[in-house]
């Protein structure tokens, strides 16, 4: 049965081409978007101190920010002390009404807080405004008033959340919200997996007979699949406990510990510190960048480089340095544009170097051998080659080793050292025309003219034999028991050298039957000396 491996014309499809190109920009953008975007969800910029400012919080919601002092008390050292006095303040709240005023200090301004008819000094409070918590534009007595009305209305909302209506109105929230985000989880699963994995791999793959499990495809779809399942139920989380104030206070506690883990610059790379979620973003684009060179590098060999009519090796050699060039060059644009300096992975270059020549050499021989297959070009992508007991077409070149495709369409991985170091039949290097020996022997009693004539015809009616050069029959030996003669044809298609031999056996013998010419088999002659054998006088 045979399968027509070109692929399908979609140029007659212009609406498929249109859902495969809007999929394509939802997916890039969403892989592009997740790696600054999900860290704003989890760590929201108004609520991560800074080395200059840091939010002041009432019932986990920011205010506003204070910045550094002209002491040696930092903006965060000063938040916390406010958020702890206000958030006191808050909770001790049993009045609807607050008296907050700002009083002027020479070049500062203070905020008071205080209960209109409370005397207890326990349940009041203060702060100051000084020119660096300002813009610039304003002084501290018009900053203090800004942040006095901001605190008024912070209070109103913090009393109002406290009230048993309110607990009501929105308690229903609370088991809605979950079931929603799974919802959510379980359609972007379906689409990521049964949509985006097919459209991915339509553009990725050599096509669909290629069964690799673990691929850039597969690493790509489900990293960017974990990013929107985290941003989904992190939002979920965080709009349920946003709902009231304890939780709210709780999750902005957990917040507060995950934004100083992840976003503190404790790890020193040279001369500039990175923070975690620094190094995180990094490998996501370090991902896409080899999700776009596979695309790109595919999109040229099948929509460019097979117009050409070139050969299929040289358009694979072509696609890998090129996927190779734009990965190498990505990861230098997103290193640099990270702040990270590349002098200082040099010491991870050595590093590497040394386990390379020691635990790794023979991946490294490996990885040599693959460049020296692309450019010296020994064997290519497509050609049919014998390498030990295995028989087949080379299906793909990587960088460490190579796909051969067996007769038996069996994908065997052999490594590229492997090419160099033993010996390899390759039918198909350069000239793929190839000679097939098919060995005849034939009773004693034939006409070896006839044998010859009738070898001559079969060649010449099979479809796949060529003409130039022409059918050859050789008389090799007198056998023991039959003439011995070889059938030589030429065959442009080394793969189906097989089909090829078995057809023409068939040919052969229905011939050979209908011109009744024995087929011999093996003889042999037994002669007996009757007067060697002892007799029955001999034996009285």
Not at 81 to 96: N, T
Not at 336 to 342: K, M, P, T
């Amino acid at each position: 049965m045979k399968t027509n491996s070109t692929p399908p014309d979609r140029s007659h499809h212009p609406e498929r081409i249109l859902r495969l190109v809007v999929v394509a920009v939802i997916s890039f953008t969403v892989a592009i978007a997740l790696p600054f975007i999900a860290p704003r969800i989890i760590f929201p910029a108004s609520m991560v101190a800074t080395d200059q400012s840091a939010p002041v919080i009432v019932d986990g919601r920011p205010i506003f920010r204070v910045a550094d002092t002209a002491t040696t008390t930092s903006a965060r050292n000063r938040a916390d002390i406010i958020s702890q006095s206000l958030q006191r303040f808050v909770s001790a709240q049993q009045q609807p009404e607050i008296y907050i005023e700002t009083v002027k200090a020479g070049n500062l301004a203070t905020v008071w807080l205080a209960y209109p008819t409370q005397a207890d000094p326990q349940v009041k409070t203060n702060f100051t405004v000084t020119n660096d918590d300002t813009s610039g534009a304003l002084i501290p007595t018009e900053q203090a008033e800004i942040w006095a009305i901001a605190l008024r209305q912070a209070f109103a909302e913090a009393q109002a959340e406290r009230q048993q209506d309110y607990i009501q109105r929105h308690l229903w929230q609370i088991p809605v919200v979950p079931i929603m985000a799974a919802l959510i989880h379980w359609l972007t699963g379906q689409f990521w997996r049964g949509y985006l994995y097919h459209f991915w791999r339509s553009l990725m793959m050599e096509g669909e007979g290629d069964r690799s499990k673990f691929t850039t495809v597969n690493l790509f779809l489900n990293a960017t699949l974990l990013l929107l399942r985290i941003g989904i139920w992190t939002s979920a989380l965080l709009y349920v406990t946003d709902l009231f104030p304890d939780s709210r206070q709780f999750s902005q506690r957990i917040i507060a510990q995950l934004t100083e883990s992840f976003t503190a610059k404790t790890i020193t790379l040279g001369s500039a510190p990175v923070s975690v979620l620094d190094i995180f973003r990094v490998l996501v684009l370090v991902l896409i960048v080899t999700v776009v060179a596979r695309v790109v590098s595919n999109l040229l060999k099948q929509r460019i480089l097979q117009e050409t009519g070139i050969n299929r090796g040289v358009q694979e050699a072509i696609a890998v340095m090129l996927r190779y060039s734009l990965i190498f060059i990505g990861c230098i644009v997103v290193l640099q544009a990270s702040g990270i300096n590349l002098s200082s992975l040099t010491l991870l270059a050595s590093a590497l170097g040394v386990g390379a020549g020691l635990g790794l050499q023979n991946i490294v021989k490996d990885i040599g051998s693959g460049l020296i297959l692309v450019f010296e070009r020994p064997i290519q992508v497509g050609e049919f080659v014998q390498i030990g007991d295995h028989i087949g077409t080379i299906e793909r070149i990587g960088a460490r080793s190579a796909e051969l495709r067996t007769v038996d369409q069996v994908s065997v991985i052999v490594p590229n050292s492997k090419f160099l170091e033993t010996e390899v039949i390759n039918w198909s290097h350069r000239n793929p025309i190839s000679r097939i020996r098919i060995p005849v022997s034939v009773a004693y009693g034939s006409d070896p003219d006839q044998v010859r004539e009738l070898l001559i015809a079969v060649g010449h009616q099979h479809p796949d034999v060529l003409a130039a050069p022409p059918v050859q029959v050789l008389f090799r030996k007198l056998g023991d028991s039959a003439f011995q003669f070889e059938l030589l044809v030429w065959i442009s298609q080394p793969s189906r050298q097989f089909i090829i031999q078995s057809e023409l056996l068939f040919k052969l013998v229905k011939a050979m039957h209908r011109e009744n010419i024995e087929i011999p088999f093996p003889q042999r002659d037994v002669h007996i000396r009757w007067h060697d054998l002892p007799t029955t006088r001999d034996k009285a």
